[in-house]
């Protein structure tokens, strides 16, 4: 057992310093060197990082590789996956993380097998939930670094839902031991000796390689060593099954430690470049609640009106689905996602988001087609993506209410479409013919291109409508039917003028009366009654239990002297507050809004030894938009900010006015607990150490109290909260920007080593105008919030036909007790793999209630029924309409079943 084991490797990070092609250039180099040395024996073995999409980058460029690389990958000796991509863990959801090894453990399979160890090398923090999804695909081992203990450094990680991996706290980057053979055996003794003091029995993990690094002949220098401990090749599978033994120590939870002996955890990533967060989790949102449920209750159905000739063949449906995913993915690297890279690699990012979601938005339209619930052939004009209506004063447009969440619900519903300049939206009814508020608000007109498949493009004068309006009772996963009156003209507006009025109607007012608009500074739905203060901040009041909270929603801007990586404030840093301009209130039949106009002047930035803002000024203007939907329990807040100052941060402040000694963000699946800090972070003082940053990640929401009491802001790709002790309770702050004008820097006070190149990233100063979604909720138990916060991340959604009707009112899956988190195609195509989740920190008892008639089988995540140690696992029954589907689920656990419709059980028949 005394031996060093020896696994070389690369780690590759896709883009960085570097945009994706500068590095593949490099990568293709590399990995012709690498099979060399494999052939020639140079080289027993080599770990190509632990993700496939590599491969994919190299056999891109070298295709005639392909057999070359499957047969040392069957042979054991080329050691790839198991992710496609080395994600970050902490910005990317559950569901993300699944598609990962899912894509990763089909790419290798293609190549011969897989690496069987959770290979997470180099990602900024790890989840709690992390070894339920590796054991989900069958692996039992994990090798992590930065976040985890470094005087744990092999322990039995344990998830919330009591799934445990046998796991290894390794450094990835060790090039310096054995990469130059002289001097090689004093360093290794060296190596060794700092090994013994974390693990005196061994064996001790050498992971010789490090960022892009080609490998060096390692049979010569492993002879020339000593051999006392024995130095010997390896692979990451059997070191990990070496170093597990009886008794190991058990660790729980997130591995977010500050850290230590240049294992940095760099949390200020949560926050630098939201516009790739935001994108990033519109995307994921789209792809998980609207288009994969889409795509697989279309490959069940039956084409409506037999229009099957018109509509996409499943495989175009899931092929288009597969590539919004894999576009997706691409850019959960560390380095992507996070924004720690070039202007150029975020400006790539970017766009990776932005094709996932208009790959998700077009296999939505086409998959709903097949449902009956929008046009066979989707006609847009070329400036815009909204549905364009051909329709007419005196005919009906009939719109399609989706509810993503698997429960009955209502809310608000936007949406967007073009009509013929001569037509004004006039009333909005449900299928019962009962009048819905409405609100639709008039933009401006427009000669342009109307283009679709089945006709030659022609041009219209259009004019474009925001339409909202307020439902409820939409069925679980379902969807209700309304029509939209269209009668003559636009009043006050003129018809052929480009550059329209907002004028907003209602539902019988006339059309300029039905919103007022004056500068009052209170409005009120049946449960909130919201004002502004006198310094811009809101006070809300609870009509259900009279509690009064006030100085919410404070704008709050500080220095930053950081990088990409890490906040760092000034020596002398200097806070400032937006202070209130203007108010001014509107009243509709669908919501009250006050919209909140603020400004300061900021400084331009630091000064030139970064120890302070600026003396030199530069406006900064926000406004704050705050919604209140009738019959909604959601406060909305929009925040939009313009300004060009550099070097700062900004943050939305939440007096809660709760005492309580911790606070709660939800994760990808896991509510996670932690400490209300007490005082600020100390500085490190030793070389290779970071502060603790004072903040924490969260998914949907961040929150304070208990049930009664309860303060909770939902939050959309705002990633970075914290929570600090005050004189009135705990207050809540959610990063709104962190703007920084280097990749790495050097002299940080936060963090006592360089973590990337001195790169300028003026991009990163998120100059320009900016724009921010939130909501806020009181009172709420743990159902009630975790429903409310799911339901926030996936909106009511509308579907807009012309002149005919969509299908009946229908409902879809329904789950009590838990949440849906996965309504999709089976990878394999046999039929769907639905999932739930119970994201709280307390077991319950859920209920799944299906809309067909179907064989159901209990599965594990990668969709397989092997599985040692869950009974549950390839238990198989069928199940008639409205039988239900019953299971415990532990805290934070996910149970997966592939649910087989029967054949003349359509589920477009209500």
């Avoid at 390689?209 to 490998?215: I, K, R, S």
């Avoid at 539902?507 to 009366?513: E, G, I, N, R, S």
Wanted: glycine share 8%.
């Amino acid at each position: 057992m005394s031996r060093v084991e020896v696994v070389t490797h690369v780690h590759w990070d896709r883009e960085w310093y570097r945009t994706f092609d500068g590095f593949r250039a490099r990568l293709v180099e590399l990995v012709d060197a690498v099979l060399d040395q494999l052939e020639s024996g140079q080289l027993p073995t080599f770990l190509l990082d632990g993700q496939t999409s590599v491969v994919d980058d190299y056999l891109a460029v070298r295709p005639d590789q392909r057999a070359r690389i499957a047969a040392h990958v069957a042979e054991g000796r080329l050691r790839i996956g198991p992710w496609f991509v080395l994600a970050d863990m902490t910005l990317v959801s559950t569901e993300a993380l699944i598609r990962n090894l899912a894509r990763g453990a089909r790419c290798a399979a293609q190549l011969g097998g897989r690496t069987e160890v959770g290979y997470c090398p180099d990602m900024f923090g790890h989840p709690p939930e992390l070894p339920s999804l590796l054991a989900g695909f069958g692996i039992t081992h994990a090798l992590v670094w930065r976040g985890a203990d470094p005087a744990v450094p092999v322990f039995r990680w344990r998830a919330p839902d009591g799934t445990e991996v046998i796991t290894l706290r390794s450094r990835y980057y060790e090039p310096a031991v054995l990469w130059e053979p002289q001097g090689a055996a004093a360093r290794l003794s060296d190596w060794l000796a700092a090994r013994r003091a974390e693990l005196p029995e061994g064996p001790w993990l050498l992971l010789n390689g490090g960022d892009h690094l080609a490998p060096r002949d390692l049979s010569d220098r492993l002879a020339a060593l000593p051999q006392d401990p024995p130095v010997v090749p390896s692979t990451l599978e059997a070191h990990l099954a070496a170093v597990e033994r009886p008794g190991l120590p058990v660790v729980s939870g997130a591995l977010r430690q500050p850290g230590v002996g240049g294992a940095f955890l760099l949390a200020g990533v949560l926050s630098v470049r939201p516009e790739l967060k935001q994108a990033n989790a519109a995307a994921q949102a789209l792809l998980e609640g609207l288009a994969e449920p889409l795509v697989a209750r279309a490959l069940t159905a039956t084409a409506p009106g037999g229009a099957a000739a018109e509509l996409p063949e499943d495989q175009t449906l899931v092929g288009l689905l597969d590539a919004a995913w894999e576009q997706l993915l691409l850019g959960h690297p560390h380095d992507s996602v996070c924004g720690c890279a070039t202007d150029e690699v975020a400006a790539d990012t970017l766009r990776r988001y932005r094709r996932a979601l208009e790959l998700g938005t077009q296999v939505t339209e086409r998959a709903a087609a097949r449902l009956g619930l929008a046009p066979a052939h989707r006609t847009v004009t070329t400036a815009t993506p909204a549905p364009t209506i051909t329709a007419t004063p005196g005919d009906r447009v009939h719109l399609a209410v989706y509810n993503p969440v698997a429960r009955a619900g209502g809310g608000e519903v936007r949406v967007e479409v073009h009509l013929d300049a001569a037509a004004r939206p006039v009333r909005l009814r449900d299928a019962a013919g009962t009048e819905l508020p409405l609100e639709a608000v008039v933009g401006s007109t427009s000669h342009d291109m109307v283009t679709d498949i089945a006709t030659p493009p022609r041009w219209g004068h259009l004019r474009r409508w925001q339409l909202r309006t307020v439902v409820d009772g939409v069925p679980p996963s379902g969807w209700s039917c309304l029509t939209l009156d269209l009668e003559q003209g636009v009043a006050g507006v003129d018809p052929a003028t480009d550059d329209g009025a907002a004028v907003v109607a209602g539902t019988v007012a006339p059309l300029d009366d039905a919103v007022t608009r004056d500068d009052g500074r209170h409005i009120a739905n049946a449960r909130f009654e919201v004002e502004v203060e006198a310094a811009g901040t809101l006070a809300v009041r609870d009509r259900r239990t009279g509690r009064r909270r006030s100085g919410l929603a404070r704008l709050v801007d500080g220095g930053e002297r950081g990088d990409t990586y890490n906040h760092d404030p000034p020596l002398e840093d200097e806070q400032l507050t937006l202070d209130l301009v203007a108010v001014t209130r509107q009243r509709g039949p669908v919501a009250e809004e006050l919209q909140v106009d603020l400004a300061a002047d900021l400084p331009a930035g630091l000064t030139a030894d970064r120890d302070r803002r600026s003396t030199a000024r530069v406006p900064c203007t926000a406004r704050l938009v705050v919604r209140l939907v009738h019959g909604s329990d959601t406060i909305g807040l929009e925040v939009q900010v313009d300004t060009v100052a550099q070097d700062h941060r900004l943050r939305l402040h939440l007096p809660t006015g709760v005492e309580a000694a911790d606070f709660v963000t939800d994760g990808g699946t896991a509510w996670q607990v932690h400490p209300v800090p007490t005082g600020l972070p100390s500085l490190p003082e030793v070389a290779g150490a970071e502060s603790d940053p004072g903040t924490q990640p969260a998914h949907r929401f961040v929150a304070v109290g208990r049930d009664g009491e309860r303060l909770a802001a939902l939050v959309s790709g705002l990633h970075e909260v914290a929570a600090t002790e005050t004189p009135r309770g705990v207050e809540l702050a959610v990063t709104l920007l962190r703007a920084v004008g280097r990749l790495g820097y050097h002299d940080l006070r936060t963090r006592t080593m360089g973590a990337g190149p001195p790169v300028a990233t003026p991009q990163a100063q998120s100059p320009g105008t900016r724009r921010f979604r939130l909501g806020l909720r009181m009172g709420d138990d743990d159902a009630a919030l975790t429903a409310a916060a799911w339901a926030w991340r996936t909106p009511l959604h509308a579907f807009v036909l012309s002149t005919s009707p969509p299908q009946a009112e229908q409902r879809g899956i329904e789950v009590e007790g838990a949440q849906l988190s996965a309504w999709k195609p089976a990878d394999d195509g046999d039929g769907w793999i639905v999932r739930i989740a119970n994201p709280t920190p307390r077991p319950v008892s859920a209920a799944v209630h299906l809309p067909i008639a179907a064989q159901v089988v209990r599965v594990r995540l990668d969709e397989s029924v092997a599985c040692r140690q869950d009974a549950a696992i390839g238990q198989s029954r069928c199940l008639v309409p409205g039988e239900a589907l019953r299971t415990d689920l532990a805290p934070s656990e996910l149970a997966s079943w592939r649910i087989r419709p029967r054949v003349g059980t359509a589920i477009n028949r209500p």
